[in-house]
């Protein structure tokens, strides 16, 4: 007897036999970490970045951008990925394999996010349990553990071109373009940019199908905010209940899940930060709408350890399938790490002027080096001079209190008289300061995402006597609205009207799929495994019995169908596709068909 097949097992083989998704360039071998979404996939892939860009730019009314895939390796050097970009990788003596050292624990023991864990401590820790390669079976105890930066690294142009990377995160480029995004907000906090698009980390062992892959695609948006003045409308996700795994929940023995609301989560500081606290219940809402199962769905707090170097606090939307939790969203608080880095890195302005309340009078220092003098006697260095002298006042007044001042520039050390800088302190009006905002992220995975919609999707059960596989998706994601049908194929009458109403939905706006091949039962189940929530059926009844004009629409869950005059077919699945009405209420409405329909 064959052992029973896992849910990952079932969704694989579900998802490459109904064109969901698959390994890329299976011609020539595949390539590990790349997939190809056929045409359920892909429709399923768009209509979730469609209802995401809904929700977190069109209704928050922010903008959206696209930024290009490859940088030049000076946006990385700024924001760190060049330093800290890194997985711990350990090589197999044996076969050679690469192999990501902390999967090795968390697969292997009961340690969960051994990410967070020293290196020193994971060679421990793989002696310790004496970790076996998975492909050959050698001991990998003794090997070291190391460091390696997960950015694929390219040329830009030909002969001596420039280095480049391809981004490992969407987030790079909206913040490269802080300048110029701000002048379209007017310079006013808070506003956010959000961009939809390819990202890229040359992960050192991909797995769990399209969870962990090489190429994939992240939604993300950019929260620029004043921390001194910017609030959330934290009272619009007050009442939203959320299952909450805090780090010191993690760290204890008896540790446990935390059910409140988000209002409840940041009175009592379990969430720290309000920004964070109202995009975790924005998330937790538009989960639920897109089909993630909120009984295997939870926000963790990062563990110190394993915080993305930016990252002053970071919750994870989390999904249980296989009965492990993935990782599908990320809410992180970068703080100004971002705007300041590449403020220092480049020559552009990362800041936003903040207007005072009433102007503010104030001595500053001001330094006005007579370069008559400086020139002749720094020459070349002279400018430095000037700059390093700017800097100084700035930094210590005291400095310029004897007869001379000593500053370095350029790894030199030079003395000025300070008759010459012409410092001085002058009482200024100011009307405002130059501010650098901090960035509140949500970053979502979309192709993790997809993955947890289709397993809390697929459902199994018996309609008139034969099992059914089928896929609950929510109609606001389903690659297909409606299906059409003729209730038989042989019959010219049905299969033209068949096809003129499908072409009417299509006009009408639906994703309309028209099949007349095989049974009507065949038909039926077809649709059920790709998950389309709704098929229309014409038979002679609406043609010419006691019921002209009418077809039938069937629900995928429950089978059920309701026979509904062709006149309010449009609205009537506009309106339960949409929510604004439950099938019961057809039910309840319309004549509901006898039981056996499916056959």
Request: proline share 5%; hydrophobic share 35%; aromatic share 8%.
């Amino acid at each position: 007897m064959s052992e029973a097949r896992t849910e990952g097992e079932r969704l694989a083989e579900l998802a490459k036999r109904r064109g969901y998704f698959f390994g890329a360039s299976g011609a020539y071998g595949g390539a590990a970490g790349f997939y190809t979404f056929g045409p359920q996939g892909a429709a399923l892939k768009s209509n979730v970045e469609d209802a995401w860009r809904d929700r977190f730019t069109v209704r928050e009314g922010n903008f959206e951008i696209e930024a290009p895939t490859i940088m030049p390796e000076p946006v990385f050097e700024a924001s760190g990925h060049l330093d800290g970009f890194d997985d711990m990788l350990v090589e197999c003596p044996g076969c050679g394999e690469s192999h990501r050292a902390d999967h090795l624990i968390e697969d292997h023991t009961d340690i969960e996010d051994a990410e967070s864990i020293p290196i020193a401590e994971v060679e421990d820790l793989i002696a310790d349990h004496d970790l076996q390669c998975p492909n050959c079976g050698a001991h990998l105890a003794g090997e070291p553990v190391e460091d390696f930066n997960l950015m694929f690294e390219t040329n830009i142009g030909p002969g001596s071109s420039t280095p480049g990377y391809l981004r490992p995160e969407t987030a790079q480029g909206i913040f490269v373009e802080f300048p110029r995004i701000k002048e379209y907000a007017r310079n006013s906090l808070p506003f956010g940019a959000t961009q939809i698009g390819r990202a890229y980390r040359n992960e050192i062992s991909p797995r769990k199908s399209i969870v962990r892959t090489r190429e994939f695609t992240q939604a993300e948006l950019e929260q620029f905010i004043d921390p001194e003045r910017d609030e959330p409308d934290l009272e619009s996700v007050a009442d939203v209940g959320v299952t909450l795994y805090p780090a010191a929940e993690q760290q204890a023995d008896d540790g446990a899940y935390v059910e409140t609301t988000i209002g409840e989560a940041v009175e009592s500081g379990i969430v720290g930060d309000p920004w964070i606290g109202y995009f975790l219940g924005i998330a937790r809402e538009w989960y639920e709408r897109v089909g993630v199962d909120m009984d295997r769905f939870r926000f963790r707090q990062h563990l110190a350890g394993e915080r993305a170097h930016y990252a002053a606090d970071c919750w994870d939307a989390e999904s249980e399938v296989d009965g492990d939790w993935i990782e599908i969203a990320g809410f992180a608080h970068r703080g100004d790490y971002d705007l300041s880095k590449h403020g220092e890195h480049s020559d552009d302005d990362f800041t936003i002027f903040r207007q005072f309340e009433e102007p503010k009078r104030v001595e500053r220092t001001v330094v006005d080096p007579d370069m008559s003098v400086l020139g002749p006697e720094f020459g070349g260095d002279a400018a430095d001079v000037r700059s390093a002298l700017e800097e100084l006042a700035d930094r210590d007044p005291s400095a310029f209190e004897g007869e001379t001042v000593r500053v370095t520039a350029g790894g030199d050390t030079y003395e000025v008289d300070v008759d010459v800088t012409n410092f001085r302190v002058e009482e200024q009006t100011l009307s405002g300061e130059h501010i650098t905002p901090h960035v509140i992220e949500p970053s979502f995975g979309v192709e993790r995402t997809v993955y947890t919609i289709l397993a809390h999707a697929y459902r199994e059960d018996e309609v008139d006597g034969e099992k059914r596989t089928f896929l609950s998706l929510s109609p606001a994601v389903a690659p297909t609205d409606v299906g059409v049908f003729p209730l038989v194929s042989n019959v010219e009458e049905l299969t033209a009207r068949a096809e003129a109403l499908a072409d009417d939905l299509r006009a009408a706006g639906f994703s309309v799929v028209h099949d007349d091949s095989g049974s009507i039962g065949r038909r039926y189940r077809r649709q059920d495994e790709v998950g389309t929530p709704f098929c229309v059926t014409v038979d002679r009844d609406g043609l010419e019995g006691d019921a002209p004009d009418s077809v039938t629409i069937r629900e995928r869950d429950t089978a059920r169908q309701v026979r509904v005059p062709i006149e309010s077919l449009v609205a009537e699945l506009r309106a339960v596709e949409s929510g604004e009405k439950a099938f019961d209420e057809l039910v309840d409405t319309y004549e509901l068909v006898a039981p056996g329909a499916d056959a």
